[in-house]
């Protein structure tokens, strides 16, 4: 996927391939208007009278205290709270607001990830994002995971809008989110345990006989009996990143591109598996069954990392990209792997 592209298409592409393959705010407002009626109250109480000026001078100062400004992934400048509280997130990476202790009020939800039981009270804004279903949950800001420009105008009248890359490193995501949400600090403690978690977990596997030069890849099936290798999304950015494995070379111009992703035929097998191979188990049932005729198939079974018994498997929304789900990764892969 190419990083500041997003279109309606490729994005309804990645919510199944990211599901990784499944089929202004009001209360800021009343917020606002509440704290300039509290501090005039008490100016009042303390000297008597106020004047126009001064109380010109106090609102001015509460609003500023309360909102500023950001500027998001796409280049759009927008006037966000400084601490937001109802907060839509529409994208594929939901476990990093919950990371930093955020639970949006409305999502784009993603049935049998590893954190459903924390958004059991979000609501599904659907796909596209409901401008409606959007309004009903009264947000203070919404957090866009796509570049469409007429998505994004219809959905930032509801509240303050900031697009957002899903496809950034999960350290740059959680710092931008960090910025945000006001939880930079949040931001800062958990990459730094998820780095230390994470080399540990590297260092556990090569103890246990992984290589330091290993390659892998990834597959998953889609509808329509399609072959694709992930590359810069879900699973392989753990995969790939500091102390972990190698991509092919076939994968790394697929990286070198920017893609998350790249449908591929059976027949380019030998060139693109490597050492270790991922399938990422679909959830749709067509696409199941064409993964049972992939793993049956001569081309397959002829593969070095199948015959060597190097090959392991995940559910496609358990193994995503977003903070919650790579803290489950750091646990099971290590299950899968260790012999």
Known sequence: MKKGIRNTAVLLTLTWLSMLLLACGNEASTSTANSTEQ????SETQSGTTTENDQAVTSASNEEAQ????KDWTGH??????SPKRVIYHGEVTGDLLALGVVPVGIL???GTVYDDQVTEAEDVGFPISVEKSLSLNPDLIIFSNSDENQYEAISKVAPTVTFDSFATIEDRMRTLGDILNKKEEAEAWITAHQQATEAMWQQLHENGLEADETASVFTMYPGNRLFVMA???????LYGSGGMKPTAEIQKVL???????????EKLPEI???????LNPVPEEAKQSTKELLDSSV???LPAVKAGHVYQFDIVKASSDAVSREWLLEELPKQITP
């Open 77 to 82: 400048e927008v006037e966000i709270p400084v």
């Open 300 to 302: 397959w079974k002829n």
């Open 39 to 42: 501090s005039s109250t008490a």
């Open 273 to 279: 598996a490597g050492d270790r191979i991922f399938i």
């Open 109 to 111: 939800r993603q049935e």
């Open 232 to 238: 810069g999304a879900g699973l392989p950015q753990l």
């Open 256 to 266: 070198d591109e920017g893609l998350g992703f790249a449908e591929i035929s059976t």
């Open 67 to 70: 909102t500023r400004i950001f």
